[in-house]
């Protein structure tokens, strides 16, 4: 049997949370989606958020906080997932794709400057496989940003320490006007399902709520998902240090070939673990060949992003639309066990 690339965190706590959720007859939103939210302030160190039935809901309604005026143009990542494009839409704004870095897959301050002379009032910023932007470069810029920490929750910026202190962390999550933290299947948090929006600050915490006030009881996130989602996130620690653990093992392994995986040039940032991505020097196939012999799956990286469904609009994106074709993920998730770790780590040794 082939190992999967992905697999969801759920172990004995997990299933007991839902359990109870469904004895109480008490799945809609309730309680727990309370204690969930609770949490997340209590982890992010957040003023206030909301937990909702998908990542679109939650970019839905940090756009309309912000109150762009009409026809105003939101720039993406060509890497970003796909569904953006039709949230930003349905709100009747335009949108402008921006190519990324070869080395990070993030979009560069570069890109986002000409993003804004091309009109850019808002960017929302994908931190893809983990990966952190500089913070304070495209904070410079005076730009309004929305974060998606989907890949990226639990990575953080130590802040230098004041009067003897230790250093404090500064999450990624925090730094954008809005955050979204998806819950969906693939994303490093899961609920099977939903997303957390968060306001790191009062000021767009009131604006948030007012729109929550108003919102359809159909967006918001049910208790038995929400209690998925607030035992792995308190299991949260646990499941970041098994996945460091692996990714060291894979990084060494893959040292030995010709194959290379991403590197973070934010400074005195620690990147979260997201699967395991490795950037081919060439196309992908003869190693998902290789890798299937070996009985392992591996997936395409940013098989469901902006230039991987809409190729004809980030044309002008090369980059992206390279890594798009050459970097795929090797499976790595704190169920995996340590042999299936080995055996993994042998193949990435010896990719062709």
Known sequence: MKVPVFSSTIRRKEMDAVLSCMVS????????????IQCVKETFGVDGCVAVRSPAIALKY?????????????????LAPSWQIPVIEELGYKYIILDVVE????VSVEAVENGMKAGGRLLILHEPLGNLPDFEKIAALGIQFIEDI???????????????KEPEKKYAGTYGVYTVLGLEEKDILTAGGGAVLMAPNRREWIVLKKQIEDAPFIDLLPDINSALAWVQLKERARNEQLRSEMKEIYARSLMQGRHKSFICQCENAVTAVYSFPVLLKNGAKDVKQYA????????????FSVVSKYEELAADCPVARSLALRCILFPLY????????????KVLATLP
Do not use: H, W
């Open 25 to 36: 007859e008490k799945i809609g939103p309730g309680e727990i989606n309370a204690r969930l």
């Open 62 to 78: 940090a756009i309309k906080c912000l109150g762009l005026p009409e026809g105003s143009a939101i720039m993406i990542s060509a």
């Open 103 to 106: 080395e990070t897959a993030l």
């Open 150 to 164: 989907s890949q990226s929750a639990g990575a953080y910026v130590e802040m230098p320490a004041e009067d003897g």
């Open 292 to 303: 299937s012999r070996k009985e392992i799956d591996v997936a395409d990286a940013f098989e």
């Open 334 to 345: 704190p169920r995996l066990g340590n042999s299936q770790a080995v055996k993994i780590s």
